[in-house]
């Protein structure tokens, strides 16, 4: 069976400080991890995703991901928040193939000015 | 390119009324996903089309719930009748073979309302 656990439902955080959203994963299989952004009444866009090819991973916008195997972690970072930055952000998982992504419940990202 | 299209983006019925949701996905893309995400949660799958065929409907609550996918390019996803449960958004996806994963692109879902 497979999961993801997103800790905290929300995360705040001041224009230009550190973003920080935890993402741990239980997979039987080797995993491919994924992370998400949403947007008021929009659809998924892909940030980023891990592949077994890097650890490290730089995503579109600024983000990036550190695959932790012994912490079985994905989680997302980026440097400096921007306002435009404010959205809900998914961490995915999938077996491999053309297998569905098994979602976490997201993080609502809130950008103080 | 054009994404993944659905139709409608809204959609508000009445309890046990039936609905219809329609995708259109990215050309080429032999497999497509229908997604629920319900309020505060992240998407869950409900079922998984290779060309026409569902090859992971496990998810689907059959009693209600069914979907077809003929030629192997749009799909509609229905609901028949709809209970005040089943409001949610319902995500299209779409993705090529060929690669050890298959990065999944998707539409700006359809939001139902039952009331």
């Known amino acids: 069976a497979q999961s993801v656990t997103q800790l905290g439902s929300h995360v705040s955080v001041s224009e230009g400080a550190l973003v920080l959203l935890r993402c741990n994963y239980s997979?039987?299989?080797?995993?491919?991890l994924f992370w998400y952004v949403q947007y008021p009444n929009q659809g998924l866009q892909l940030l980023l995703k891990?592949?077994?090819?890097?650890?490290l991973v730089k995503g579109i916008n600024g983000f990036e991901a550190e695959f932790k195997k012994s912490e079985t972690s994905f989680h997302l970072t980026k440097p400096s928040a921007h306002m435009s930055d404010a959205a809900e952000y998914f961490c995915?998982?999938?077996?491999?193939?053309?297998?569905?992504?098994?979602f976490g419940k997201g993080t609502h990202l809130i950008i103080q000015p | 390119e054009a994404g993944v299209v659905q139709s409608p983006r809204y959609k508000i019925i009445e309890k046990k009324q039936p609905v219809a949701f329609w995708c259109n996905p990215i050309s080429g893309h032999n497999t497509l996903y229908w997604y629920r995400q319900n309020l505060g949660q992240g998407p869950e799958l409900l079922i998984r089309?290779?060309?026409?065929?569902?090859?992971?409907d496990s998810q689907l609550p059959k009693d209600r719930f069914s979907a077809e996918r003929l030629k192997g390019v749009d799909s509609t996803l229905k609901i028949q009748p709809a209970e005040l449960g089943d409001s949610a958004v319902y995500l299209c996806?779409?993705?090529?073979?060929?690669?050890?994963?298959?990065?999944?692109?998707f539409g700006p879902g359809t939001r139902l309302t039952v009331l």
């Open positions: 997979s039987s299989v080797p995993p491919y």
């Open positions: 891990y592949t077994s090819a890097a650890t």
């Open positions: 996806a779409s993705s090529t073979s060929g690669s050890d994963y298959n990065e999944q692109f």
């Open positions: 995915a998982l999938s077996g491999g193939g053309a297998d569905g992504l098994t």
């Open positions: 089309y290779e060309n026409e065929e569902a090859v992971d």
